[in-house]
């Protein structure tokens, strides 16, 4: 298995495993815990041996193994918000731990929590956090400010802003529909204002960073990490921020940095600000829209990663005749070689999870065809699905792959694939037919000459729109949306061709 296949499990237990060979902090301490699939964080603040957990993801048993090692004991779960981009682990967090949930008191949970408004506290070891009411990103948010116990009432150490005040930029105000996006967007302006105002050496500590769709203009992977007046990782009042970065991008920040270079402070005027936020936003993941209603009601309990079942091909067979969609999660190139048809190629690699929320409708039922070894794929595709809700209908995985069902007489379909230098010579390949370049890209910037941009997140909708004589030739970055793309096409009966190899960026250059 390509060895990004385990990335996404590893980045969510490093700070877990590392944590487990110390014994419990006897100062205070922030450790980011980073789910690079998705783009986010979540925090585990310490003070001697309390906790508390901020944003939680759903597969967070790892980091509470850790925590029960470490003898500490977490106290609170805390929300920032009602979030659009992942299933919160915060009712596993308290099934397992007896934890209490906390959360803006305007989010309407239907579960039992603590409502926390403006200027609400509570205490984790000898430091209290105080809810700042920060609207924006969506109505209810709520950022923490973590405040030492000191005699002067408290000095600010970090701030978890979550949605609000990112590194580089600021949440996306649009989630919450589009009747809401411009107020959401002036409150954003003033929320991140309000932060701006904490002193300086004040750690940001963002939930959402590069990666996610929450996030718009934030610093791009491998970005120089932001800097401190008291270093990388440490707060002026005290506080150790641990793991500050992420595969060299910035996640974590301070008040001070953020006032001097963050472009969604430069802008002095609300209205310029609001214009910037609302132009040339990427539709969200189809997924997206579901995330909000089921956070709220909170997601089912699991106790840990559900098992993948084993399945014939005789079952996967009946499966799909009950509506089960395929999911081919071998290497582009494999898939396009041989796949059951009708069957979409979504590579098991980071964004593995996120793509399939993008374009299979939430609630089909799912059937799996793994890359070796298959079981460590299997427990890597789960973890991924069940933090978007995708593992409620995981009907299982195709036991033996495609030649076990090519050796039962089965049909296997194959997908024609290009480099992307074939492309400018498209026309003359495929003679008699028009050629129309489909770039799938979520944000099509700067535009590929001539081609039809189609975000893949809507081309489900918009297939049956499609010109049905002509010859598709999908393209995106970097070839993984461009495979899912095809697929899609291929199963609608539409001819296609997915360029694997490149990508829209040297359409654009050789233009």
């Known amino acids: 298995m390509n060895p990004t296949t385990k990335a996404t499990t590893k980045a969510t237990t490093k700070a877990a495993t590392d944590a487990t060979a110390n014994a419990a902090p006897s100062g205070n301490t922030v450790e980011p815990v980073t789910t690079e699939a998705l783009g986010d964080t979540s925090y585990l603040l310490t003070s001697g041996d309390e906790a508390a957990l901020v944003d939680p993801q759903r597969d967070c048993w790892p980091l509470l193994a850790s925590c029960a090692a470490r003898g500490l004991r977490l106290r609170y779960v805390l929300e920032t918000h009602v979030h659009n981009d992942y299933l919160s682990g915060a009712l596993e967090v308290r099934a397992a731990t007896g934890a209490t949930v906390a959360g803006p008191a305007r989010a309407r949970y239907g579960f039992d929590h603590l409502p926390l408004a403006e200027g609400d506290e509570i205490t984790v070891g000898g430091l209290r956090v105080q809810a700042l009411e920060t609207p924006g990103h969506t109505a209810e948010h709520t950022a923490y400010l973590v405040l030492d116990d000191g005699p002067d009432g408290g000095r600010p150490m970090a701030v978890f802003t979550g949605g609000s005040l990112l590194v580089g930029s600021a949440g996306r105000t649009d989630l919450s529909g589009p009747d809401r996006t411009a107020e959401l967007a002036r409150a954003q302006y003033r929320s991140i204002r309000r932060l701006s105002r904490l002193p300086g050496d004040t750690r940001v500590l963002p939930t959402h960073g590069a990666g996610s769709s929450c996030a718009i203009g934030a610093p791009p992977p491998g970005s120089a990490p932001a800097r401190g007046p008291s270093g990388p990782g440490a707060s002026a009042s ?274």
């Open 238 to 511: 005290g506080t150790t921020v641990s793991g500050a970065t992420a595969s060299g991008t910035a996640r974590t920040s301070t008040v001070g940095d953020q006032r001097r270079a963050n472009p969604a402070l430069l802008v002095d005027d609300e209205g310029a600000f609001v214009a910037a936020r609302l132009r040339g936003l990427p539709p969200p993941p189809a997924y997206y829209r579901r995330m909000g209603p089921l956070n709220r009601s909170g997601p089912p309990v699991l106790g840990g990663p559900p098992p993948l079942l084993p399945l014939t091909a005789e079952e996967v067979q009946q499966a799909r005749w009950r509506g089960a969609s395929v999911v081919d999660a071998r290497d582009r190139r494999a898939y396009a070689d041989a796949h059951l048809p009708g069957s979409l190629g979504v590579e098991l690699d980071g964004s593995f999870a996120a793509l399939i929320g993008e374009v299979v409708p939430f609630g089909t039922p799912l059937v799996l065809v793994l890359p070796e070894p298959a079981a460590d794929a299997a427990r890597e595709a789960v973890v991924q699905l069940l933090r978007i809700g995708y593992d409620a209908r995981l009907v299982g995985q195709l036991t033996g792959g495609v030649e076990r069902w090519h050796a039962t007489g089965r049909q296997l379909a194959a997908l024609r694939t290009a480099d992307v230098s074939e492309v400018p010579g498209a026309r003359a390949a495929v003679p008699g037919r028009p050629v129309q370049v489909l770039d799938v890209r979520a944000l099509p910037d700067p535009p590929v000459p001539g081609a039809l941009a189609v975000p893949l997140t809507e081309l489900p909708d918009r297939i049956t729109g499609l010109p049905p004589d002509r010859e598709y030739w999908t393209v995106c970055g970097r070839g993984r949306r461009a495979t899912v793309a095809a697929g899609l096409l291929a199963a609608a009966g539409l001819p296609v061709t997915a360029v694997v190899s490149g990508g829209a960026a040297d359409l654009v250059r050789w233009a």
